[in-house]
């Protein structure tokens, strides 16, 4: 795969792609968008967390017909939306 940009060296990052998955495209966006930024040991434990429902996926793009839960509060989830996607978080925390 041949990005427009490389990212410089220097600066910790990761990729990662994956294809024909079984999963929502709309569940993974939301679970890549909020664990964008955080630590590798962090966001690990926010999707363990999210496996055993002790955190929810608070849904900030795709919300119509999501319901409105306490915990979403959390993490100011817009309109206290948010989900327990556990089958999209095992593959997102396999990538």
């Known amino acids: 795969v041949r990005y427009s940009v490389e990212p410089d060296a ?11 998955l079984r999963v929502h495209f ?3 966006r ?7 930024g955080l630590e590798v040991a962090k966001a690990d434990k ?5 496996l055993d429902m002790k955190s929810i ?3 900030t793009k795709y919300t119509g017909g999501i319901g409105r839960k306490a915990m979403a509060k959390q993490h100011n989830a817009p ?3 948010g989900r327990w996607p556990v089958k999209a978080t095992a593959v ?4």
Do not use: N, T, W, Y
């Not at 997102?92 to 990538?95: E, I, Q, R, S």
């Open 10 to 20: 220097a600066v910790p990052h990761s990729k990662s792609r994956g294809s024909h």
């Open 26 to 28: 709309k569940h993974c």
């Open 30 to 36: 939301e679970i890549a968008h909020h664990i964008k």
């Open 46 to 50: 926010f999707m363990q967390d999210v």
């Open 57 to 59: 996926v608070p849904f």
């Open 79 to 81: 309109g206290s939306k």
């Open 92 to 95: 997102v925390k396999d990538l």
